[in-house]
């Protein structure tokens, strides 16, 4: 069961900017940092944005994180055809004293 | 380069137990948390928990709490998740996720995964 709520779907054209969102409670999002991960069919998680937004080394800049009291944001500038993946928020929830992810967003280029 | 390398599919019956490893190279093994998150087919990702391999000290989501035991081999540099009193809803690919040392809560390096299905 996911915590956080992210929209099932998003979509854009090539060139296009995307932004998917993040909606979290006080015990998560609103005390703690937020992580996005993409995930390519068939393949493993990708660290995308770590602690709100910064991108590790090689992730390219198109992908921005950002939060807001108990909310957060991916942007994706300049879609291209590789972005095509399912995308995943997560944050340290602190009743639960565990991680929890996001319900995920598919992102499809047209 | 740094990978984890994790063990092959299994097919288990209920009530039966599992036993999934990850293998580290390319780094200080006990320098980093490693994570274990699972997903189900077609479903989204589920953490499990979290052990520092340089002591041993384990962090368990209230989900699998006495069903989970997370261990680790600093002499092989592997870590293991063992999951108990299987059930059919635990069918899933299970991946190890090396975290980051800046923020212990997000996972940079993870694992090819382990699909473990449950069927009598």
């Known amino acids: 069961q996911s915590v956080l709520t992210q929209p099932p779907s998003a979509s854009g054209t090539p060139g296009q900017r995307v932004t998917i969102s993040c909606s979290g409670s006080?015990?998560?999002?609103?005390?703690?940092?937020v992580n996005w991960y993409q995930q390519l069919p068939g393949t493993a998680p990708k660290l995308l944005i770590y602690?709100?937004?910064q991108r590790p080394s090689g992730v390219p800049d198109r992908f921005s994180g950002s939060k807001s009291g108990t909310s957060a944001s991916l942007a994706i500038s300049g879609l291209q055809s590789e972005d095509e993946a399912d995308y995943y928020c997560?944050?340290?929830?602190?009743?639960?004293?565990?991680?929890?992810f996001g319900t995920g967003t598919k992102v499809t280029v047209l | 380069q740094v990978q984890l390398v994790q063990s092959g599919a299994e097919v288990k019956k209920p009530g039966a137990s599992v036993k999934v490893s990850c293998k580290a190279s390319?780094?200080?093994?006990?320098?980093?948390?490693m994570h274990w998150v699972r997903q189900a087919p077609g479903q989204g990702l589920e953490w499990m928990g979290i052990?520092?391999?340089?002591?041993?000290?384990?962090s368990y989501a209230q989900k699998f709490q006495g069903r989970v035991t997370m261990t680790r081999d600093t002499s092989t540099s592997t870590v293991y998740m063992e999951l108990s009193s299987l059930r059919s809803e635990d069918t899933a690919v299970y991946y190890c996720?090396?975290?980051?040392?800046?923020?212990?809560?997000?996972?940079?390096?993870w694992g090819q995964g382990t699909m473990v299905t449950v069927s009598s």
């Open positions: 390319g780094y200080t093994f006990t320098s980093y948390y």
């Open positions: 602690s709100n937004n």
């Open positions: 006080s015990s998560n999002i609103g005390s703690n940092t």
């Open positions: 052990i520092n391999p340089s002591g041993g000290s384990t």
């Open positions: 996720a090396r975290a980051l040392q800046l923020a212990i809560d997000a996972f940079d390096i």
């Open positions: 997560a944050a340290w929830d602190d009743s639960l004293n565990g991680q929890v």
